[in-house]
Structure formats: C-alpha cells, structure tokens
C-alpha cells in the first residue's frame, strides 16, 4: 500500500558522485524504515543500505560504508542515497524498498513489502 519512485540514477565516472531519491507515496504512515538494494547483470539483488523511519539510525553494508550516506525527509516521504567515491561495482539497478519491523533482519529483502521500479546507476572506469 505503499508506493515508491526512484529517480536520480545516471552515468557517473569512476570517483564520482551521484544521489538517489525515492518519493513515497499511500499508506507512508505504516512505513517502519526503508531501505536501498541493488542488482548487477546476473548477481543476487543486494543491500545496500536501510534506515530506521522514525528515528533515524542508519545500516550499511561493509561495500558502501563510507562512501554513501542514506537518508529521509519524514516531511516529505522522501528518501535519499547520496553516493561518492563511486567503483565501477556499483554499477547496478538500485531499488527503494519500505519495509515494517525487521528486528535483525533488516537487510533481507523478503521484510520490505513495497519496492520501487529501479534506477539504473552506471560507473565507468
């Protein structure tokens, strides 16, 4: 019942940086925290980074961290990923995902309900 666009997506070079946003939209007021995953040609969709809605603690994983912050609006249903220091392996579709309580589990997909259509991230060397 929630709905999720991502925008922002392009080709970057090596070292870049790019940021995602994702507008929600419906029943936001049921979101516990969302999250940002991405898949590469013929690789396992993978996690990237999750956020706790209300308070604001983040999740990241050991790929990404340093390089990329995630973050929210609560105002706005807006989320966002601002990515630096981009690799050549970030190369992949990255999807916004809203999920409800994981507990500690937040980085498997199967405790996010809603997803976006995808955003196509491209890093060249």
């Known amino acids: 019942q929630v709905q999720l666009v991502e925008s922002g997506g392009g080709l970057v070079q090596a070292g870049g940086s790019l940021k995602l946003s994702c507008a929600a939209s419906g029943r936001t007021f049921s979101i516990y925290g969302m999250g940002w995953f991405r898949q590469a040609p013929e690789k396992e969709r993978e996690f990237v980074a999750n956020?706790?809605?209300?308070?604001?603690?983040?999740w990241y994983a050991d790929s990404v961290k340093g390089r990329f912050t995630i973050s929210r609006d609560k105002a706005n249903n807006t989320l966002y990923l601002q990515m630096n220091s981009l690799k050549p392996e970030d190369t992949a579709v990255y999807y916004c995902?809203?999920?409800?309580?994981?507990?500690?589990?937040?980085?498997?997909?199967?405790?996010?309900?809603?997803w976006g259509q995808g955003t196509q991230v491209t890093v060249s060397s």
């Open positions: 956020i706790w809605w209300s308070g604001g603690s983040t």
């Open positions: 995902a809203a999920g409800r309580n994981w507990g500690r589990a937040g980085s498997d997909p199967s405790k996010f309900g809603s």
